[in-house]
């Protein structure tokens, strides 16, 4: 029934560098709306961006991306750090009440021998699920996400700010 694995259609080429638009930091142009690059941005403020995942591992893979242009953790100033984590909780909070995941994924690849394919620094949020494993992820060895990401980001966006109001970073 199928071949030795299933395709992401799009991953490769862009993984490869084919797929990717011609700007300085793709996380920047989304940033700024750039009309060059695809945007799934759900939220934004002075201090950070939050934005879909464009491949995502499940429904609702977000990453949280500070606004000033930096590539290393340590470079951070403290109240990035603190809006940062902040929002992961208001995300947290907001997951559970969409989709309620068992458990998630909070990570962070700096620099390219550590995975990092974009030079800006980020947080990729992922939302996990006790039946994630289907028949696809078995047969096909590929992930099967079961929600689209145009609905996602409908779900998400009607709700954030209920989440992630000014308060809410601020009160902790």
């Known amino acids: 029934m199928f071949q030795k694995w299933l395709r992401a259609i799009g991953k490769l080429e862009y993984v490869q560098g084919k797929a990717r638009p011609k ?4 996380l920047c142009a989304i940033r700024d ?4 690059v695809k945007s799934l941005k759900v939220y934004q403020d002075k201090l950070i961006f939050i ?10 893979h977000m990453m949280v991306i500070p606004a000033r242009h930096v590539t290393k953790f340590l470079d951070l100033t403290r109240e990035e750090i603190h809006h940062c984590f902040r929002a992961v909780q208001g995300l947290q909070l907001l997951l559970n009440d969409l989709y309620s995941p068992q458990g998630y994924n909070l990570g962070m690849n700096q620099g390219k021998c550590a995975g990092a394919s974009i030079d800006h620094l980020h947080f990729h949020f992922v939302p ?6 289907g028949y696809i992820d078995i ?15 409908k779900k998400v966006e009607s709700k954030i700010h209920d989440y992630l109001t000014p308060e809410f970073f601020t009160n902790f």
Do not use: F, M, Q
């Open 33 to 36: 709306d750039d009309d060059r």
């Open 51 to 60: 934005v879909l995942n464009l491949y995502p591992y499940n429904p609702a």
């Open 128 to 133: 996990r699920y006790k039946s994630e494993l």
């Open 23 to 26: 700007v300085a930091c793709i």
């Open 139 to 153: 047969i096909g060895k590929a992930r099967v996400v079961p929600e689209g990401l145009e609905n996602v980001k």
